[in-house]
């Protein structure tokens, strides 16, 4: 056996559900890519399609009456590395955590994690794999280290063995303060790291984690990215699913983007980034002026706009040199007679690469962010 | 790895669960005893008149509680069921190397030895109030109720992890239990209804335990009833064990 420099290997993974099971769960499953679809797109977060944390509540509908959850994922995830998985609710990351971690029969295709086939020797792979879920699973009876001694000794482990293991991990993941207290008296970033400390306990391979971060005020947050980057310098491998972008950015190596069962990108954030070719300008249009129908054709039309995305108000697009275009976009704005309230220049995000590939914005639906949506319905229509 | 380690440890982890919610235990041991003090002041009037024989209607009538129990506490680790799979402790669980088996069963022994203990309750205050004691038959008897506890407890189990949702499993359960009560002579004798009851009660598996346990009971270790009752409770036990094992391998909790 080689030294599996792969810890995780898929090659054209493939999950679907019959239609009536998917169908109480994805209501909003429908065909065709995103951009031909702008209706659906306006109503934003109220579609059920993308609530809930479930991977397997929406997919695609396809003939037979299943619906495809996953259609065809084949990534290589390294050892040592911290891979994302990035994608909205519902695009299939879940559904194939759960594969890769023998929690949910393989549809097609095949998966090998820590050196072993997945459908076929799932006890050798369950016994060099951590997953820590979206629920976590910690009993709420049961003091924090309690619940890691027991999770050590399902492994095979003596409890001798198990005990200095307890301590250390706590202490790793600052719990040995609380480790003596009951899980139910727990902050949410403090049984967090316990669900983090359950999946560790046995020393495994490499680590799943179902959008660690969900739920966690800001600073837990930051907090928990510390710890992840803290155990991949201890030599595990973690793979992660989120939907937060700034998460996927700043924790993962490489990630890979996934929408509608499909990855639509793969690589480091970097090189991810720097697919959407040089900066993002965002102009907002001074309002009641017709603004964005007079502004489209006229910064369309400029050599220099590599893509651009408008909405209520506002026109977001990229060129290759922001420092360049700026003036020139000003110039041409300013003899249209369209008038400019603001005007900022960032570097692209990966929302702009995830836009770019899908037509729509990961931040959809976010709140605090409402422009990105009615932006993304825009490029569609 | 060794089922019998993960059964071991699954089980005190459960039992533990258990003890240390003080509602389930106040509940757990009020309940059997709030069916001898409710239902056998009643009963002593019946005695002698109607369907029922004369004699101490406690050694007609605990019996019956007892078979009760068995059902009543085959019912509870579904809605545990729930609770976990609400929790992701049975996906923690499930992604551990531990026994599939062990993961069912470790919960269910728990629940069976909780059980025993409320058996022991209920025969002690019994005695206390004129219950004849034979303790040959009250063992047979534990372990044919404990054979249908671990039927229905298997069962629950299974069916809470196929409907995934409170509402449905708690709708299928309480559907069943009347029904599976009435027509199993617990509280009332069968004999008192008209034939059709007489046939379906004997597709009740419950129907077959409250019979044997009026036998048992009484000190008789050998009677048909007996000999009836494990005949169509080991099948039947290892039959749902089984299938509940394949949903807990393959649920898509």
Redesign the interface.
Known sequence: MTAVENVISTRDLRKSFPAKDAGRKSSGARNGPAQKDPERKGRGQKDPERKGPDGQKESRRSGGGRVEAVRGVSIDVRRGEVFGFLGPNGAGKTTTLRMLTTLLPIGSGTATVAGFDVARQPKQVRQRIGYVSQLGGADELATGRENLILQGRLYGASLAEVAPRATELAGLLDLSEFAGRRVSTYSGGQRRRLDIALGMMHQPQVLFLDEPTTGLDPQSRANLWDHIRALRERGTTVFLTTHYLDEADVLCDRLMIMDHGQIVAQGTPRALKQQVAGDAIVISLRPGEHGTENAVPVLAGQPYVRELAASDGQVRLYVDDGGTALPQLIRVLDAGGIGIRSISMSEPTLDDVFLRQTGRSLREGAGDDGTAGSEAKEVAA | ?NTA??VS?LFR?YL??LL??PVWVIVGFSTPILYLALFTPLLRHLAGSGGLPTGNVLDLFLPGILSLLAFASGIGPGFSTIF?L?????????????SRFAILIGPILASMLMMLVFDAVVVAVGAGFGFSVHWAGLAVLAVLAGLLMVTVAAWSIATALVTKEISGFAAIANGLNLPVLLLAGVLLPISLGPAWMHVLAHVNPLYYLVQASRVLAGGTLSGTAVWQAFAVLVPLCALVLTWATRVLR?A??
């Not at chain 2, 609400?86 to 531990?98: D, H, L, Q, S, Y």
């Open positions: 790895m380690w993960d440890l982890r533990t669960q240390r919610n976990e609400k929790a992701g402790v049975i996906e923690r669980f499930r992604v551990t190397p531990a393959t898509v909790a």
